[in-house]
């Protein structure tokens, strides 16, 4: 009995997908109906790919038993054409598991996973053992920051155009060569020049090492320990040649740059961190290494919001966002839509979903934190990706798109992080500051008013102009309650008599 327990309680308390996970095939089921199924991974035609440990439906057909087993890995491709299997090459490494139309489904070693990623020449998704995790984080109240209008309009499309046109001229940026780590180098020198604390992150594409992830973080003043991520990658890929990579992720990457400049200037409640990944075209590598130790750390991360291809409009179309996410991201995504609704109303947001093709919001999505990913379309994307002509002017056409996809996600991780100003109230001989710790506030705020006496009169005025505190604070440490009110944006005004301060206080 006692050499059985230890295995009766690992089926108990190990989660299904580390005890065996398979792969099968579903025909005719509604394909607006699937994509929201947890274990979706490619849905296209009447036909679904699921990864799950059981059959999701009695005539699903079982395609692999555990495929990544033996360290294997299970990659998905996206091709230009139809896949005939009789023209495979004898030197393509991996085993053939399934294909139909433009897709094909392979099943290869680690050790040979890059040379299959060089030879077969589509859109790679590789498809994970552990797909969306159920979140944990509660996603906060929209409310409508006045100072968040204030720094959306501070997007500027030049100087969003211009990284991208300086991204592009280092020719190519493939994860694993020289011009990815030099221009690796370069973003980390912008983050640096904007004051940030910056970190090269490294990681290796099964033995083979890539220019490194650049993070730069930017510490919350309230809740250092709650994060919001904004992030693309920068790498770029192409078959043959040069891969400028322009809308591929130049426009992505610039957008977190311009994002990263302007948050520059305001203090936060919660900590912003800034990614640009490597290693995506390959398979989501980089942002797969910094989850990964963000779990591994057990980080607070509120969401991450992925900017990726925002720089293509398709001819005729008005501008607008398909937003990719899966159904354990859905209150974020919901948010986005909220946000982008209030500080960009001319942006349409619509949801969409993928049938090739991946990038990075699904890693924090299969670690259980939530991500989205707002894409330029998610069938009429540009035409020119991962080739020569990935460039300004004919993969990105349209400025005014890539400002107002970055001005959504600047949005939204302004208002998530708790953006706010130092408010400065002025007398005869002198000024103050005001701040409110925590704020956004839950249950009580300090209040800190340097340059003001000891006793002072607070007053809290509601949105719709109503006085709900009207009180007296005395001594140094000066703590207002309001774990009573509702939650919202209110004015909180001070004064002892000689100085007046007032500042916005968000209640969650």
């Known amino acids: 009995m006692r050499r059985i327990l230890p295995i009766i309680l690992l089926g108990i308390f190990t989660p299904a997908w580390l005890l065996c996970q398979n792969i099968y095939l579903t025909q005719g089921t509604d394909g607006s109906n699937a994509a929201a199924f947890t274990g979706v991974v490619w849905n296209q035609g009447g036909q679904q790919l699921w990864v799950a440990p059981e059959a999701p439906h009695t005539d699903a057909m079982l395609l692999a038993t555990d495929p990544w087993s033996d360290n294997h890995e299970v990659v998905l491709f996206s091709l230009a054409q139809s896949f005939d299997p009789g023209k495979l090459n004898p030197d393509v490494p991996g085993q053939l598991l399934w294909n139909y139309g433009q897709t094909a489904l392979f099943r290869v070693s680690h050790e040979n996973f890059v040379t299959l990623r060089e030879k077969i020449h589509g859109v790679v998704k590789r498809v994970p053992r552990q797909t969306a995790q159920t979140p944990k984080t509660v996603i906060p109240a929209v409310d409508t920051n006045q100072l968040v209008y204030e720094i959306v309009d501070l997007v500027d499309t030049a100087k969003i155009m211009a990284t991208i046109r300086r991204l592009e001229a280092f020719k190519t940026r493939k994860a694993m060569t020289d011009s990815a780590y030099a221009a690796s180098e370069w973003i980390g020198q912008q983050f640096e020049d904007m004051g940030y604390q910056i970190e090269y992150q490294n990681f290796n594409i099964y033995g083979s090492p890539s220019s490194p992830n650049v993070i730069a973080t930017k510490t919350g003043t309230a809740y250092p320990d709650k994060y919001v991520v904004i992030g693309g990658h920068y790498d770029s ?230 006085t709900v505190i009207a009180t007296r604070l005395q001594g140094a440490d000066k703590v207002l309650s309001v774990a009573h009110l509702s939650r919202g944006i209110y004015i909180v005004r001070l004064t002892d008599g000689t100085v007046a301060a007032e500042s916005k206080m968000m209640k969650w």
């Not at 919660?270 to 779990?295: H, N, P, Q």
């Not at 720089?311 to 991201?329: E, F, V």
């Not at 093709?357 to 259980?368: A, C, I, K, R, V």
């Open 237 to 466: 890929y192409t078959y043959f040649g040069n891969a400028p990579g322009a809308d591929d992720n130049a426009s992505g990457t610039a957008g977190v740059i311009e994002a990263a400049r302007i948050l520059a200037d305001y203090p936060t409640e919660c900590s912003i961190i800034f990614c640009a990944f490597s290693g995506e075209e390959y398979g989501l590598f980089g942002s797969e290494a910094f989850v990964a130790r963000c779990k591994q750390q057990e980080m607070n991360i509120l969401g991450y919001f992925n900017l990726d291809m925002i720089g293509y409009r398709h001819p005729g179309d008005d501008i607008h966002t398909d937003m990719i996410y899966p159904l354990s991201a859905k209150p974020l995504a919901d948010y986005y839509k909220e946000i982008a609704a209030i500080f960009v109303p001319e942006l349409g947001v619509f949801d969409g979903f993928l049938t090739g093709g991946d990038s990075d919001h699904t890693s924090f999505n299969n670690h259980g934190y939530m991500g989205i990913f707002p894409f330029e379309d998610d069938q009429n994307y540009s035409p020119y990706i991962h080739s020569a002509q990935d460039v300004t002017g004919l993969s990105v056409n349209s400025a005014e798109m890539a400002g107002m996809l970055t001005q959504a996600s600047l949005a939204g991780v302004s208002s998530m992080g708790g953006v706010f100003t130092y408010a400065s109230a002025g007398e005869a001989d002198g000024s103050t500051s005001l701040r409110l710790i925590p704020n956004p506030a839950t249950d009580k705020v300090r209040i800190v008013a340097p340059g003001m006496k000891s006793d002072i009169h607070v007053q809290v005025v509601a949105p719709d102009g109503r």
